[in-house]
């Protein structure tokens, strides 16, 4: 994939970057023992690990740096993919956290304001969003000895050094519930196509490198309950975030997408940029339940802490003024926009500040936008990003 101009790998991407002949040559890779040699099986092109194995591996520094190694070039360059068997090896300990959720999940449905979660629609699923605190504040104990695992340490740091944040979501599907369609996941997975046609090719490669997904099974989960389906080879196809939403890509994933059943305890973890989506739950008693990870990078942070509802509002009335007058043309208006209000709408609580379409909230940005287009005065906009700081909680 060339700029025919220049011979260079292009820095803007678009449809044209898009070759599904290419994909299918990149995704018909063949993973192989001898690039895995700690995994207990290649199984549907995943490498497999068992738990106990990996608990004595990590417990010697020296193999526990290759373990990391090679899982680190299984999410970068190998299927972006990798399962560990009986990852949680107490049952009883899963079973407690999953009666701890559930709790929680009937809790919120009683009180249900008709959220669903990005892919389905209101009791499709049962989700919780920011299930981390939640377990946390009801069952300290459940939760320090759930977050105990070294597993999850060691695979976090693996791809993602150390300092990461953990998020979790719990996620129940029930008998019935349908299959998602094929996605990249947060950062980029969360844009829509003409946002991320405004970002440069380095950093859509960027933001596979920014999170690890991961999922804890709090059920066995048989291939006809739906578990996640995903394509192997396809996190590290530049162009990727684009070309999942085009439909000859997401065909193709319907084709050669594969799925590993998972037992109770089980754990998954893969590169953002993989292509994947749940399955269907084909059963009539099965209720899937998955715990999923989100891990994130320390350093995702900027330098310094700015207050941008401040400086938001200090400004509104003189960046008002200067666009009304004529003084600053719409681009520099927006450039101030750009320099001064909070472009990104994450980290967000999803309970109180549901994406209104599309899979994010509006950011500050937008509000100040929306302000300056329709005129609104100063206590107005003052208002809004109250509102907007307001549900910038947890709880």
Partial sequence: MLDQQTSRAPVWLDDSACDIEAFKRHVAQQTTAADHPHAAEIASNIPVYDGDAMRAALADPTRARSVMAEWNRSFQSGPGIIAIRKGYDDPALVDAVTEELNAIIKAEEAGSTGKGDHFATAGANSRIWNAHEKLCIQAPG????????????????????????????????????????????????????????????????????????????????????????????????????????????????????????????????????????????????IQRFANLMQVGSAYGRSIEIVDRSRITLAVYEELKALKES??????????????????????????????????????????????????????????????????????
Avoid at 194 to 223: N, R
Avoid at 353 to 381: H, T
């Fill in 142 to 285: 459940l939760y320090a000895r759930y977050n105990s695992n070294e597993l999850t340490r060691a695979v976090s740091e693996s791809w993602l050094g150390s300092g990461y944040q953990i998020t979790f979501q719990a996620n129940v599907v029930r008998p019935g519930g349908k299959a998602q369609t094929a996605h990249r996941d947060y950062h980029m997975g969360f844009q829509d196509v003409e946002t991320l046609k405004g970002y440069p090719a380095s950093q859509h490669a960027l933001s596979a490198c920014l999170t690890l997904q991961g999922a804890v099974a709090h059920s066995d989960m048989p291939i006809e309950s739906g578990p996640t389906k995903l394509l192997p080879y396809s996190q590290s196809y530049l162009p990727g975030y684009i070309a999942v939403l085009l439909p000859e890509f997401r065909a193709l994933f319907e084709e050669a997408h594969v799925q590993l059943p998972l037992e109770k305890g089980d754990m998954l973890f893969f590169n953002p940029a993989t292509f994947h989506a749940a399955g269907e739950n084909k059963t009539e008693t």
């Fill in 326 to 395: 004529g003084a600053l043309d719409a681009r520099g208006v927006d450039n101030v926009v750009a320099a001064t209000a909070e472009g990104y709408p994450f980290p967000a609580n999803l309970d109180i500040d549901s994406p209104l379409s599309g899979m994010a909230p509006p950011s500050q940005q937008d509000v100040l936008r929306q302000a300056l287009a329709e005129g609104w005065d100063l206590a107005q906009l003052k208002q809004a990003i109250a509102e907007q700081d307001g549900r910038k909680r947890s709880h």
